[in-house]
T-cell receptor, first 114, second 116 residues
Framework: NAGVTQTPKFRILKIGQSMTLQCAQDMNHNYMYWYRQDPGMGLKLIYYSVGAGITDKGEVPNGYNVSRSTTEDFPLRLELAAPSQTSVYFC?????????????FGPGTRLLVL | AQSVAQPEDQVNVAEGNPLTVKCTYSVSGNPYLFWYVQYPNRGLQFLLKYITGDNLVKGSYGFEAEFNKSQTSFHLKKPSALVSDSALYFCAVRDMEMDSSYKLIFGSGTRLLVRP
């Protein structure tokens, strides 16, 4: 059982380049989330999705876009990379959005923007 | 505003000794609290959660956490530390103020170092 998978593991971007961070889960979870983790900080929510075709902004959405065409996949798009987007990105999923639900995290993508 | 605080950046303990990683929270309404562990170059792994019921919650790898409502704390504990417990630990609380998202609010993390 793979759980939540993310690709790539590490990427270096030049300022202004674009890329897509991939996230997939095989647990048939409805809810999916993207967080970023900056050094010495906790995780902050970028975007989330409550199901296929439905997405919404978290607390730090600027500079990012998402889509959810299937239950399994939740890619995160960076259109014009900026040094401030240097971070570790984690995708997570939960079966439902109820408050007691556990979120399960992928291994992360480390992004460096130079 | 809802928040989680982990007052210690690092906790050092000798192998075999008990360990405590501290967490305090501030929420409106009932708290839903979680502990995650992050090993180097790995994602976050769920350890345990408090939803309701017994104040002492048991989780993975021999960890437990004690919920204390009067002190608004949810400290992570283990009776006997292992070197392999060395990792970054995050406390989190469910955000009840954002409609629908139920996002987690994370503390800044505490690095646990268990020396042989």
């Amino acid at each position: 059982n793979a759980g939540v998978t993310q690709t790539p593991k590490f990427r270096i971007l030049k300022i202004g380049q674009s890329m897509t961070l991939q996230c997939a889960q095989d647990m048939n979870h409805n809810y999916m989330y993207w967080y970023r983790q900056d050094p010495g900080m906790g995780l902050k929510l970028i975007y989330y999705s409550v199901g296929a075709g439905i997405t919404d902004k978290g607390e730090v959405p600027n500079g990012y876009n998402v889509s959810r065409s299937t239950t399994e996949d939740f890619p995160l798009r960076l259109e014009l990379a900026a040094p401030s987007q240097t971070s570790v990105y984690f995708c997570a999923s939960s079966r439902l959005g109820r408050v007691q639900e556990t979120q399960y995290f992928g291994p992360g993508t480390r992004l460096l923007v130079l | 505003a809802q928040s989680v605080a982990q007052p210690e950046d690092q906790v050092n303990v000798a192998e075999g000794n008990p360990l405590t990683v501290k967490c305090t929270y501030s929420v409106s309404g009932n708290p839903y609290l979680f502990w995650y562990v992050q090993y180097p170059n790995r994602g976050l792994q769920f350890l345990l959660k408090y939803i309701t019921g017994d104040n002492l919650v048991k989780g993975s790898y021999g960890f437990e956490a004690e919920f204390n409502k009067s002190q608004t704390s949810f400290h992570l504990k283990k009776p006997s530390a292992l070197v392999s417990d060395s990792a970054l630990y995050f406390c989190a609380v469910r955000d009840m103020e954002m409609d629908s998202s139920y996002k987690l609010i994370f503390g800044s993390g505490t690095r646990l170092l268990v020396r042989p």
